[in-house]
């Protein structure tokens, strides 16, 4: 199992500013994320508005 930072280490660290996108609905799934710190929101695109489905902390 990992320890502290090591997943990071082993797996490669991606720094994401504020308000962008990591990926979108219909792309393919070859990424896994953990969020290490901040938080992250899952949107739905509802009849043309993004609403909050989860937030992640």
């Known amino acids: 199992m990992f320890q502290g930072d090591e997943a990071f280490r082993v797996l490669g660290r991606v720094v994401v500013e504020e308000g962008l996108s990591i990926f979108?609905?219909?792309?393919?799934?070859?990424?896994?994320?953990a969020v290490q710190s901040s938080s992250v929101e899952i949107?739905?695109?509802?009849?043309?508005?993004?609403v909050v489905y989860a937030t992640i902390d």
Do not use: D, H, P, V
Not at 43 to 50: S, Y
């Open 43 to 50: 949107l739905w695109e509802i009849e043309g508005e993004q």
């Open 24 to 33: 979108r609905e219909g792309n393919g799934g070859m990424l896994a994320y």
